[in-house]
């Protein structure tokens, strides 16, 4: 359903702002539970907290008495297995006013190394303006987002016009792989004019952002083949070509001399943002001293807008354990991002196509395991300059777009799926945040704001009839 762009009205603000306050330690609180189960939906792990993350989530929402239905449901992954449960509540509006699909998941990335956290990662613990926890940036506190921008909605309408569906994914963090089944299953109970995903970032603590582009994904392992044997590397080294000089090699032709990605067929997006100078990005990056950026374009625009190759992981004989043998055979595996607007599948040909032709010495390529993900372009529409008004009222500074180097898969599965839904990408993470990794945090006046921008969308979006 088509509706009209207007202006954010802004009596809704000072209300929206004083009830989010208020209820603020509660937000606080039940991050700090949620943050307390361990739902990882990683096959090495208990699956048994999955099925106590989702019923805490649910009870949540059921504790509102709002929804017509809140369900834990689940649907099949490809290989015919139960996928995690994830949680589904659906509340039908007035005909003729917007519905709004919130999104977010409860699944969280393991913790890694224990020794590399300052504080318990399945211990809420609060640090300064910072609570610490695994999953309490990624993505729970998107859960309190939406938890709480509709207590707001409740408190301070009348009458709630917008129809509203919750959708809390339970496997996020191991690749949604039952979310396209999930789609299928419940797709007359997920259709919505506006589909808001809380599972991305702000440009800084103190500058919101939509994020308005996501890259493509394609990842591709193969294996190099030269011998069909092992050898001495001293009685055949000097004719011999070796694998692991020849994948050395065949690797170093997916960039050129200024670290430009080289693998024909691929695209660019023109993209539009803040910029990020050389410095800012050392340090978020951690580069060492001395150590230079590759590539020749602005590093925003390199980072949203171009295909990116990395070599994520190369199977070769470690140090402490290598003799002088020539190896018959390498295995490598390569991440290549593609600008948003690329189909993966032509990534992927280009990837195949570029590793068969570089090759050298008439080295044997075999093709193994392949991944692929789409990338994402937002459109523009009502709702989402509507959103920048909020953000904009609840942030310090104006709100901007941004570009995620990273993909969302799941985000082009919506669009696939609701083709006339508009989407908006929001998130709670800030630089800091540190989601996936140790010491992962939420900055709470960061939720605060998210609270209050998302509070904002759905009051204005309530007064939104067709």
């Known amino acids: 359903m088509a509706f009209p762009s207007i202006p954010m ?23 700090g539970k949620l943050v ?11 699956p048994e907290n999955l099925e106590l993350s989702a019923a805490a989530v649910a009870n949540e929402f059921r504790n ?63 640090v300064g303006e910072r609570l610490f926890g695994r999953g309490a940036s990624d993505d729970k506190a998107g859960i309190v987002a939406h938890l709480h921008s509709i207590k707001t909605l409740i408190a301070l309408v009348n009458k709630v016009n917008l129809g509203i569906t919750v959708f809390i994914e339970g ?36 500058i919101p952002a939509l994020t308005t582009s996501l890259r493509g994904a394609v990842s591709q392992t193969f294996t190099l083949h030269t011998l069909d044997h092992a050898v001495h590397s001293g009685m055949y080294g000097g004719p011999l070509p070796d694998a692991a000089t020849a994948m050395i090699q065949l690797l170093a032709t997916l960039h050129d001399r200024k670290g430009d990605v080289a693998i024909e067929g691929l695209t660019s997006v023109l993209t539009a943002g803040p910029a990020m100078d050389i410095e800012a990005f050392s340090v978020a990056a951690g580069l060492l001293p001395g150590v230079e ?3 020749g374009k602005p590093v925003t625009q390199q980072i949203w807008g171009e295909p990116a190759v990395t ?12 003799s002088n043998t020539a190896q018959p055979s390498i295995r490598a595996r390569v991440s290549l991002r593609l600008s948003p607007s690329q189909d993966p599948q032509s990534g992927l040909e280009a990837l195949k196509a570029h590793l068969l032709k570089h090759a050298p010495y008439g080295a044997r390529v075999e093709f193994g395991r392949h991944e692929v993900g789409p990338g994402y372009l937002a459109k523009d529409g009502w ?17 901007v777009n941004i570009g995620i180097g990273g993909s ?14 508009e989407i908006l990408v929001t998130g709670v993470e800030e630089p800091d945040s540190r989601a996936h990794s140790p010491n992962e945090s939420q900055h709470l006046p960061t939720l605060r704001r998210a609270i209050l921008a998302q509070s904002l969308i759905l009051l204005n979006g309530n007064d939104l009839l067709k």
């Open 311 to 322: 070599i994520i992981g190369m199977d070769i004989p470690a140090v402490d354990v290598s």
């Open 171 to 206: 496997e996020e963090e191991a690749g949604s792989e039952s979310f396209p089944a999930f789609l299928a299953d419940n797709k007359v109970d997920l259709a919505a004019d506006l589909i808001v995903v809380a599972d991305s970032s702000n440009w800084t603590e103190e």
């Open 383 to 399: 709702a989402a300059n509507l959103a920048h008004e909020a953000l904009s009222a609840a942030w310090p500074n104006k709100s």
């Open 293 to 295: 950026r590759i590539g």
């Open 9 to 31: 009205n802004p009596s809704w603000v000072e209300p929206a702002s004083k009830f989010v306050d208020s209820q603020f330690p509660s937000a606080i609180g039940s991050l």
């Open 408 to 421: 969302i898969p799941f985000i082009s599965q919506f669009a696939a799926v609701f083709p006339q839904a």
């Open 64 to 126: 509102l008495e709002f929804f017509d239905f809140v369900d834990i449901r689940r649907s099949l992954k490809p290989s015919g297995e139960q996928g995690s449960p994830a949680v589904l509540a659906r509340r039908q509006g007035s005909p003729d006013a917007p519905h709004i699909l919130l999104y977010a998941h409860h699944d969280v990335q393991p913790p890694g190394d224990l020794e590399l956290w300052n504080t318990a990662p399945f211990e809420a613990t609060l």
């Open 36 to 46: 307390k189960i361990p739902g990882i939906a990683w096959p090495s792990f208990d």
